[in-house]
T-cell receptor, first 113, second 115 residues
Framework: SQKIEQNSEALNIQEGKTATLTCNYTNYSPAYLQWYRQDPGRGPVFLLLIRENEKEKRKERLKVTFDTTLKQSLFHITASQPADSATYLCALDIVFGAGKSTFGDGTTLTVKP | EAQVTQNPRYLITVTGKKLTVTCSQNMNHEYMSWYRQDPGLGLRQIYYSMNVEVTDKGDVPEGYKVSRKEKRNFPLILESPSPNQTSLYFC??????????????FGEGSRLTVL
């Protein structure tokens, strides 16, 4: 069956370190993958989108990689800050424009000062 | 301000009492979708709409109805709510269908409790 797994429910790191979050999928061939941030009681907010033919995407302190052979995406936050503490969700879209996005359960990141 | 607005934000109701959760976006987006979020199950898609008068089922459509009569509005209808529909609901929209416009804009959520 199709499955999306994000590494451990919670990740705790020290301020200034790099946080690395993992999104693994099985039995999917996603056309593209997205990462969202969700704060408690709020709706998810879009961060980055990476297509199947792209290996890496960057935006300020954020970096996403996409390895279709390993069926894995890594999401990095460099020089992490307490304000980066939130839950991060990955989402897969199998077909361009099909409209069906499937989300992982999310990883809750806590950055300690 | 560009936004997706959901109402009500909080609702407690009883089994079988029909209710509608409204969703409106002011960004002229073609695509709209409803999700429910439950602990341990993540965000699951209920229904989505590619454009006016075009709707399709997501992964968990049972017990829900939607309509898309206008581009800006996409209400979620629970004809006969049951306790297993107690959840946090999110409406989302995006500009179009190509990956460069695949970014989803989410509303603030509607927390529904069915007793």
């Amino acid at each position: 069956s199709q499955k999306i797994e994000q590494n451990s429910e919670a990740l705790n790191i020290q301020e200034g370190k790099t946080a690395t979050l993992t999104c693994n999928y099985t039995n999917y061939s996603p056309a593209y993958l997205q990462w969202y941030r969700q704060d408690p009681g709020r709706g998810p907010v879009f961060l980055l989108l990476i297509r199947e033919n792209e290996k890496e995407k960057r935006k300020e302190r954020l970096k996403v990689t996409f390895d279709t052979t390993l069926k894995q995406s890594l999401f990095h936050i460099t020089a992490s800050q307490p304000a980066d503490s939130a839950t991060y969700l990955c989402a897969l879209d199998i077909v361009f424009g099909a409209g069906k996005s499937t989300f992982g359960d999310g990883t809750t990141l806590t950055v300690k000062p | 301000e560009a936004q997706v607005t959901q109402n009500p934000r909080y609702l407690i109701t009883v089994t079988g009492k029909k209710l509608t959760v409204t969703c409106s976006q002011n960004m002229n987006h073609e695509y709209m979708s409803w999700y429910r979020q439950d602990p341990g199950l993540g965000l699951r898609q209920i229904y989505y709409s590619m454009n006016v008068e075009v709707t399709d089922k997501g992964d968990v459509p049972e017990g829900y109805k939607v309509s898309r009569k206008e581009k800006r509005n996409f209400p979620l209808i629970l004809e006969s709510p049951s306790p297993n529909q107690t959840s946090l609901y999110f409406c989302a929209s995006s500009l179009g269908l190509a990956p460069r416009t695949g970014e989803l804009f989410f509303g603030e959520g509607s927390r529904l409790t069915v007793l």
